[in-house]
């Protein structure tokens, strides 16, 4: 796999920014066609509000300290196991853009893939495709196999307009899986996003409600509150949490802080005091590889959202929407063709289980007391090039040459908006 770094997402601790006035007409313009609670997963955003990279490549902020992730499964203790798994999760929370940013809404059957490399020689590697366009659903898998360390997960965003705020409602769960340990689990769900001040205001974007962190078998709970700020009182990005015993309901650790900059935790029982449980300035960022785009198929999300994402880096807002509505209306006329042909869409790299959740193909066949053959399945699994694409329009495996592949991206004529 060549490897080329992924670009740096700037950060900005407030997560906030002011629209110049052509963009405000615009957003004003498209909120007065809207009703409180509007499903805003049909509405077409302009492309200025776009954060440069899809969903599917954003989902990766929360696995960027893998390192954690290994002390956790490398903790004899039980409770403090449960202890760093939390702290794993909480970790990736302050890998945000600059401002008021939506990351691309990905394309059914788009996919975006990459490795990470630890410093203690182990590696992690990532897959996620979009297997449902309505309602948008993510698929994920995230694994350090030679570790036995298994990450699955799916994301089901749904933003509603809500007046002066829009919010998503981050449905699905992540599901963290230690082999070693007799596959134990941890299922995780999210808190939701707001943008704030739409509106009037200062435009901010903020975490809010509850996230729960459970293993049944540990009997440990972990209940997080991401705060909001208030009008006139409060702090911004601030979370609150309890370490709980399932089965008496009694609180083991407090967890509170700035979820950007510095988390505590305090154990209960001994009355500590409070000590630094993640500092964001203390920990290094592992960046994650990725191959080259003249190296990756068309519906990769990078590649697939090349001519995007150069026009917002140059900030040609024109050839950005158009290259955008291109996309889009191509995805419409592929969904026409399948219904017309009366013809189902059914995902490259993951399926539906017993439990109707998607998992990714052949994991359940895997011979995970045999980690070092999981690990090469795994890495054939998601880094194969064959076949190099699946047509949306006809959900049959379709052989495409590398030239082809780079003339459908470079020969197409940009629809205008």
Not at 72 to 84: G, I, L, N, Y
Not at 376 to 389: D, G, N, R, V
Request: charged share 25%; proline share 4%; net charge negative.
């Amino acid at each position: 796999m060549n490897q080329n770094s992924c670009q740096k997402i700037e950060q900005d601790v407030d997560s906030s920014e002011v629209l110049e006035d052509d963009n405000k007409s615009i957003i004003m313009g498209l909120i007065a066609q809207l009703r409180k609670g509007t499903d805003l997963s049909r509405v077409t955003l302009p492309t200025f509000v776009l954060e440069p990279r899809s969903m599917l490549e954003k989902i990766t902020d929360f696995m960027s300290h893998p390192d954690l992730l290994v002390k956790a499964s490398k903790t004899s203790d039980p409770t403090q196991r449960f202890v760093e798994v939390c702290r794993f999760f909480l970790s990736g929370w302050h890998i945000k853009p600059k401002g008021v940013k939506k990351p691309y809404n990905p394309i059914l059957g788009e996919f975006f893939r990459c490795e990470y490399s630890l410093e203690d020689g182990s590696k992690a590697m990532y897959i996620a495709e979009q297997v449902s366009h309505h309602p948008p659903i993510s698929a994920y898998h995230y694994s350090l196999p030679n570790l036995g360390i298994f990450v699955n997960g799916e994301a089901h965003p749904k933003a509603k307009f809500l007046g002066n705020s829009a919010a998503t409602v981050m449905k699905g769960y992540t599901r963290i899986i230690f082999s070693e340990l007799d596959n134990e689990t941890f299922e995780i769900s999210n808190p939701n996003v707001y943008a704030r001040g739409i509106l009037f205001g200062k435009m901010t974007m903020e975490m809010g409600d509850q996230s729960t962190i459970r293993c049944k078998s540990l009997d440990l709970i972990c209940e997080l509150d991401f705060k909001t700020k208030g009008y006139f009182s409060g702090q911004y990005h601030s979370v609150t949490g309890k370490i709980k015993r399932i089965s008496t309901d009694s609180t083991l650790y407090d967890i509170s802080g700035v979820w950007t900059e510095e988390l505590f935790i305090q154990e209960k029982e001994k009355k500590s005091s409070k000590e630094s449980f993640f500092n964001v300035s203390e920990h290094t960022v592992i960046t994650k590889s990725v191959e080259s785009l003249d190296k990756q198929e068309w519906n990769e999300s990078r590649k697939l959202w090349s001519k995007v994402t150069a026009g917002l880096a140059a900030r040609d807002v024109d050839v950005a929407t158009d290259e955008k509505t291109f996309i889009e209306n191509r995805q419409r006329e592929e969904t026409a063709a399948r219904q017309k042909e009366g013809l189902q869409w059914h995902p490259r790299f993951f399926t539906i289980n017993k439990h109707e959740e998607y998992e990714l193909k052949g994991l359940s066949g895997i011979d995970l007391k045999n980690l070092s053959q999981a690990n090469e399945h795994l890495k054939k699994q998601i880094f194969a090039h064959t076949p190099p694409a699946i047509s949306p329009a006809t959900s049959t495996e379709t052989v495409m040459s590398e030239e082809d592949q780079k003339a459908l991206i470079a020969e197409r004529e940009p629809i205008a908006a």
